[in-house]
């Protein structure tokens, strides 16, 4: 396995590589990385390529949120992908993915970008979008694979690469979770003992919600409400707790595929979850 820092090094290392599957991190990996990248080797199939990129993307972050604190562990990061069988890492620095103040921005549609995780964290998507649509012109794979714990971003790359005809296969993965059922996250390394048992609370949550919907209960202002009361009640400080379509995260509908979701800080910590139905 390869480590590149440099756009032209790894252009130039993928020169005779066809079929090329793409995992873009922002570092710090779990298993639910691990995961996406046993994905990706299995879509580039024994001739084909795997690259996995870490770069922590400045401009996804907020000025409050945690950009200078998010753990940066690239030797750790590589050992575990050529365990999992990643050919190239490819790690830039700022100044070489960005060697300019980056005018050019990718802006999802505010339907889709504006609602949810977008709505907390104004800008986020289109520092995601930015960084991604930047990563695949620099990579050119033909399958990339993404996580559904985040499953907003996830469906907002997807519907990037359908309106920009962009020709790339999106693969999603299943979200990893430990063996009590806490979503596997980067940041879950900012939890104490005590918070990261009080976390598994925010899938059960979601559970709860689906439960009382698959009950006969309509009425989804109150299910989200009480929902999020649960949560307050247990010092958490949540966002949404919500229940959407899976197709397009509107209002849901009986008889359609539906997903929970929710984001919710626990002490200094924001968490996410989701939970197709």
């Known amino acids: 396995m390869q480590v590149l820092h440099t756009i032209a090094e790894l252009r130039a290392a993928l020169a005779d590589r066809r079929a090329r599957a793409f995992v873009p991190t922002m570092g710090n990996l779990h298993d639910g990385h691990l995961a996406l990248v046993r994905q990706a080797r299995a879509a580039a199939g024994s001739d084909g390529?795997?690259?996995?990129?870490?770069?922590?993307?400045?401009?996804?972050?907020?000025?409050?949120?945690?950009?200078?604190?998010?753990?940066?562990?690239?030797?750790?990061?590589?050992?575990?992908?050529?365990?999992?069988?990643?050919?190239?890492?490819?790690?830039?620095?700022?100044?070489?993915?960005?060697?300019?103040?980056?005018?050019?921005?990718?802006?999802?549609?505010?339907?889709?970008?504006?609602?949810?995780?977008?709505?907390?964290?104004?800008?986020?998507f289109t520092g995601v979008c930015t960084v991604v649509h930047k990563l695949f012109n620099i990579v050119q794979p033909?399958?990339?694979?993404?996580?559904?714990?985040?499953?907003?971003?996830?469906?907002v790359i997807r519907r990037m690469v359908e309106q920009m005809a962009l020709p790339i296969e999106i693969q999603a993965g299943e979200t990893a979770r430990s063996d009590e059922g806490l979503a596997l996250s980067s940041r879950n390394g900012y939890l104490s003992a005590g918070e990261k048992a009080e976390?598994?609370?925010?899938?059960?949550?979601?559970?709860?919600?689906?439960?009382?919907?698959?009950?006969?209960?309509?009425?989804?202002?109150t299910l989200e409400s009480t929902a999020m009361d649960r949560l307050r009640e247990h010092g958490w400080q949540p966002d949404y707790v919500t229940l959407r379509r899976q197709r397009d995260l509107g209002v849901p509908a009986a008889g359609e595929p539906l997903v929970a979701l929710a984001a919710a800080r626990l002490g200094k910590t924001r968490l996410i979850d989701n939970l197709e139905v």
């Not at 972050?61 to 050529?82: I, M, S, V």
């Not at 069988?85 to 490819?90: A, E, S, T």
């Not at 979601?206 to 698959?214: D, F």
Request: proline share 7%.
């Open 142 to 155: 033909t399958v990339a694979v993404f996580g559904k714990k985040d499953y907003q971003q996830l469906m």
């Open 49 to 124: 390529a795997v690259i996995a990129s870490i770069f922590v993307n400045r401009l996804q972050f907020a000025p409050h949120e945690d950009f200078d604190q998010y753990p940066r562990t690239l030797a750790r990061d590589a050992g575990l992908l050529e365990g999992a069988g990643c050919d190239f890492v490819f790690a830039p620095s700022e100044s070489e993915l960005y060697p300019e103040p980056q005018g050019y921005k990718v802006s999802p549609p505010a339907e889709l970008a504006d609602i949810l995780e977008g709505h907390f964290r104004p800008g986020f």
């Open 199 to 221: 976390a598994l609370r925010l899938s059960q949550t979601l559970k709860t919600l689906i439960a009382g919907w698959q009950g006969g209960e309509r009425d989804v202002a």
